[in-house]
């Protein structure tokens, strides 16, 4: 069961599993200019979800997670929540980051192809997935209980073995 500080939350669409091809989806950028899987070109995209970039968990993940990514050139670091892309904008600003935030709240379809739909509050649910060139789920992390951290050692321990 999964839970948002410890209350039980519904989480929709299907989880995906390592081997599963990773599905397209249709977000919108800092610019409301709606982004593809498909626009990223790189060897593997690292897609960082989040229930909204204005939390401490999630303001850490994301800062915690491009930090470690630095190193990475062949990795499309993004960020993906339900914050509006103005939000995502002024939080990128004051965090002094230039990375890609991508929001889902016109459509949700990121959410729902993803298994990361949180039904009672439109968030999406924590989690971490990583895409290899052919757009297969190579890694992925589904968080039980919104308010706790992905584990980053097993994510760059597996980042290494690329």
Not at 2 to 29: R, Y
Not at 94 to 111: K, N, P, R, V, W
Request: charged fraction near 25%.
């Amino acid at each position: 069961m999964k839970t948002m500080h410890e209350n039980p939350i519904t989480v929709l669409g299907n989880e995906l599993k390592v081997g599963d091809k990773a599905p397209d989806f249709k977000l919108v950028n800092n610019s409301l200019e709606e982004v593809h899987l498909t626009d990223f070109k790189k060897d593997y995209v690292l897609l960082s979800v989040v229930p909204s970039l204005d939390t401490s968990v999630c303001d850490f993940q994301t800062r915690n997670i491009n930090e470690k990514l630095s190193s990475f050139k062949n990795v499309d670091f993004v960020t993906v929540s339900m914050d509006l892309p103005f939000a995502q904008k002024r939080w990128c600003g004051s965090a002094g980051l230039e990375i890609t935030t991508l929001s889902d709240y016109q459509h949700a379809d990121f959410g729902l192809k993803y298994g990361v739909l949180i039904k009672e509050l439109r968030l999406l649910a924590r989690s971490v997935f990583v895409l290899d060139k052919d757009r297969k789920v190579v890694y992925v992390e589904y968080l039980e209980e919104m308010t706790n951290h992905p584990n980053y050692d097993k994510l760059v321990e597996f980042l290494n073995s690329l």
